[in-house]
């Protein structure tokens, strides 16, 4: 609790408009998830069912000749992330909170943090599923800790400029798009 309150004291008030702006895209974002999901989920299933009932187990070589589940999951993570983003940079926002839904630079700290925090979430996921299925798959004996935190490292680094890159490029968009509203409005009045 400590943590939300110092966070919504750092970023201060949050703005009406744009907290309904988020909300949108949050909602389109569900949406899309969910809908995704579903269709993958199904696909899931009538692959089990028609392998059950034909005797071709999926574990063959059949199998590698399938569409992995990986992959519409993916693409539907990514329709639902660029949507979500593209609604709230359409509206001129990419926050909702007051201090940097009104910026004119972009804010290099912020800008710097979340991309620390998304190297840091995708190093320590990597490393520790890596982790997990080696333990499962060879045993704890036989984990490569050195090579598992050196692909974590690795990932991080990536994770690091991708989300650097894609955050400063977001709220530049933002900023863009919030003056030329300005503009369309001031010329309205």
């Not at 187990?57 to 199998?63: A, D, E, N, R």
């Not at 909702?96 to 710097?112: G, H, L, M, Q």
Request: proline share 3%; charged share 15%.
């Amino acid at each position: 609790m400590y943590l939300i309150n110092k966070w919504n004291e750092i970023m201060g008030p949050k703005d009406e408009y744009l907290e309904a702006q988020e909300c949108k895209a949050t909602k389109q974002a569900a949406y899309i998830l969910l809908t995704g999901s579903i269709i993958t989920l199904y696909y899931v299933i009538m692959l089990n069912q028609v392998a059950s009932t034909t005797e071709n187990p999926i574990t063959t070589p059949l199998g590698a000749s399938l569409i992995p589940v990986e992959y519409p999951l993916i693409a539907t993570i990514l329709i639902a992330g660029v949507a979500s983003l593209s609604t709230q940079i359409k509206a001129g926002s990419f926050s909702s909170y007051k201090r940097f839904a009104e910026v004119d630079r972009i804010p290099w700290n912020f800008v710097t943090a979340v991309a620390l925090l998304c190297g840091i979430i995708l190093a320590v996921l990597t490393s520790g599923m890596r982790i997990v299925a080696e333990i499962q798959i060879v045993g704890f004996d036989q984990v490569a800790w050195l090579g598992d935190f050196a692909i974590g490292i690795v990932f991080f680094v990536i994770a690091f400029g991708l989300g650097f890159a894609f955050t400063a490029c977001a709220i530049h968009s933002a900023i863009i798009r919030r003056r030329q509203s300005e503009i369309e409005l001031d010329n309205l009045l």
